[in-house]
T-cell receptor, first 112, second 114 residues
Framework: QQPVQSPQAVILREGEDAVINCSSS?????VHWYRQKHGEAPVFLMI?????EQKGHEKISASFNEKKQQSSLYLTASQLSYSGTYFC?????????????FGQGTELSVKP | DGGITQSPKYLFRKEGQNVTLSCEQN?????MYWYRQDPGQGLRLIYY???????QKGDIAEGYSVSREKKESFPLTVTSAQKNPTAFYLC?????????????FGQGTRLTVV
């Protein structure tokens, strides 16, 4: 089952902040965040691992609540280049490794 | 430069035809994945492979087939059994099998049934 993202879409003015949430019905081992421009490949933003380790870009921040099976991505002082669709990916672990299951996406538009 | 390459960028298929989408990576990654993207539905996993000569079905494998004969290559065949194949297809790879590192995505193939 796909993680659920909210909101589905958000419109911002340059300089405003936004929070994108990701919630899973399954236990989260780690959460990935990606941003995709229309017709392009998704680009990596951040990984949040169990135990609090984070890997990603300095200007992006996120949280990971393992107990609540939730993650949030924080976009501050938004720029026009932040526009795109944001996806969270939840890691499901199997004997042979893991697979990444993505949410349905949050479309972010930043206006001048 | 290292990366992941998908071809072709655009593909047109007649009904009843099988078509194969190419995915090649020179990142020396063990794991490779195929996702399908439809508007409003995010990225849905079709197949994934953790090692050569082994692959697993994802959530929407029906009507698709894959092979993993070489570490660098993970082609996807869309068969005539796939009833609604028009979509944007993305291939990805990652270093390990546990996704503790980022996934790298190709530029995608847009498949249209005509």
């Amino acid at each position: 089952q796909q993680p659920v993202q909210s909101p589905q879409a958000v419109i911002l003015r340059e300089g405003e902040d936004a929070v994108i949430n990701c919630s899973s019905s399954k236990a989260l081992y780690s959460v990935h965040w990606y941003r995709q421009k229309h017709g392009e490949a998704p680009v990596f933003l951040m990984i949040l691992l169990k135990g609090g380790e984070q890997k990603g870009h300095e200007k992006i921040s996120a949280s990971f609540n393992e107990k609540k099976q939730q993650s949030s991505l924080y976009l501050t002082a938004s720029q026009l280049s932040y526009s795109g669709t944001y996806f969270c990916g939840a890691l499901e672990i199997y004997n042979q490794g893991g697979k990444l299951i993505f949410g349905q996406g949050t479309e972010l538009s930043v206006k001048p | 430069d290292g990366g992941i390459t998908q071809s072709p960028k655009y593909l047109f298929r007649k009904e009843g035809q099988n078509v194969t989408l190419s995915c090649e990576q020179n990142l020396n990654h063990d794991a490779m994945y195929w996702y399908r993207q439809d508007p409003g539905q995010g990225l849905r996993l079709i197949y994934y492979s953790q090692i050569v000569n082994d692959f697993q079905k994802g959530d929407i494998a029906e009507g698709y087939s894959v092979s993993r004969e070489k570490k660098e290559s993970f082609p996807l065949t869309v068969t005539s059994a796939q009833k609604n194949p028009t979509a944007f297809y993305l291939c990805a790879s990652s270093i390990g099998r546990d996704f503790s590192h980022e996934a790298f995505f190709g530029q995608g193939t847009r498949l249209t049934v005509v």
